[in-house]
């Protein structure tokens, strides 16, 4: 911390304000006490300006196209780590010894099973539910059948239930697509890896067995690795309001994954996928861009634009790399994807994507892998959930054995009747 002080001038009256400093990033003006000493609120819907926490895991430079984990390029770790290790350092600060990375997944892979009751709890869902209903209903569950772990005052419990669900979370969303397909459920593999024995739990039947094709169980580590975490997003900040006042961990991942579900945040790479489809061959992107443009038409670029990247994401570059590995693997083509890279082009090139700094960000090109790895569009959110409850595991955790924690509770600026008295219905 510096004593580098803001000053607020209000009316005649100054206040000091503390400057507060991370290691790396813009220094927040703490207005902590501004209630206080003011009788003020500060007013940012959307939180455009306002540091929520401190947190040491994920840092972002939006500007630069910077993402780092606990430090680590987000470059770095797609290339030279595994989503299991990423997990470890995402939760323990560190990455692993050997030993500790082997124990590490021994401890995941003993968590993969589900309760069986809870097989039964799939059969009330609709064949047609979407896999995001199927995952916030599941994953709520879960508190029902692990209390155990809910002790969230209990380090060990807190330790216990983040290995639970990052465990537990292929085997719910593998159960949520083979429910979808009529099939039936595939039960976890323990001498594959997280993501291999997520492809044979997805794709795998019963009566024939599953070979995992490396290069396409590398691609879907990567994408795991590329989503883990990405500070305090929509459906984090959901993690932790739900666990600011206490919630257990199961209801908490729950909460996130509806907030994940939205278009404008997990839900794009599937609008993203679709929208490339709708567009189907060059010569009709003139046309969406065009309609992008328009003030009038609630049409945007899907898989365009951040809240926080003014620059390339820099994991839609590696999400590209990785459309042509799985091509080659799968020794496929889909000409969606010139029409990907003939729109981000164009974009690119377009004053007014200029101007406003939009940028293809991750979704843009992961739902054309997926698709090729064979998932269905509905599955890519809850792919996406899947890898992101290593985030919200990891920030759930630092929130709760933070000692300054406190319940989460915004103020408003209210601008509805002022005190009226109540009338009765013969005097309306
Ligand atoms: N296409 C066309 N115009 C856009 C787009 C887009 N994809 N994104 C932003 N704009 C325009 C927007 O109309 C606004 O223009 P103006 O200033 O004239 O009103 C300006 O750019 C700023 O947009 P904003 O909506 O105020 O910015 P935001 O930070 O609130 O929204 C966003 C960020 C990601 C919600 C938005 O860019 C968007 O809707 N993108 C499409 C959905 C998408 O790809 N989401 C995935 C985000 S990355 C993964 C994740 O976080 O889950």
Known sequence: MADKQAKLAIGAETYDLPIMEGTVGPDVVDIRKLYGTTGMFTYDPGYKSTASCESALTFIDGEEGV????????????????????AYLMLNGELPSQDEYEDFKVTITRHTMLHDQLRQFYQGFRRDGHPMAIMCGVVGALSAFYHDSTDISDPEHRKISSHRLIAKMPTIAAMAYKYSVGQPFMSPMNSLSYTGNFLRMTFGVPAEDYEVIPAVEKAMDRIFILHADHEQNASTSTVRLAGSSGANPFACIAAGIACLWGPAHGGANEAALNMLHEIGTPDRIPHYIERAKDKNDPFRLMGFGHRVYKNYDPRATVMQKTVREVFDALKVKDPVFEVALRLEEMALHD??????????????????????????????????????????????????????????????????????????FDKR
């Not at 430090?71 to 290339?79: M, N, R, T, V």
């Not at 290593?390 to 601008?415: F, H, K």
């Open 351 to 424: 004053d007014y994507f200029i101007e406003k700094k939009l940028f293809p960000n991750v979704d843009f090109y992961s739902g054309i892998i997926l698709s090729a790895i064979g998932f269905p569009t509905t599955m890519f959110t809850a792919l996406f959930a899947l890898a992101r409850t290593v985030g919200w595991v990891a920030q759930w955790n630092e929130m709760i054995s933070d000692p300054a924690q406190v319940i989460g509770r915004p103020r408003q600026l209210y601008t509805g009747p002022t005190q009226r008295d109540y009338v009765p």
């Open 67 to 86: 993402l780092l984990h606990r430090g680590y390029p987000i470059g770095q770790l797609a290339e030279h780590s595994s989503f299991m290790e990423v």
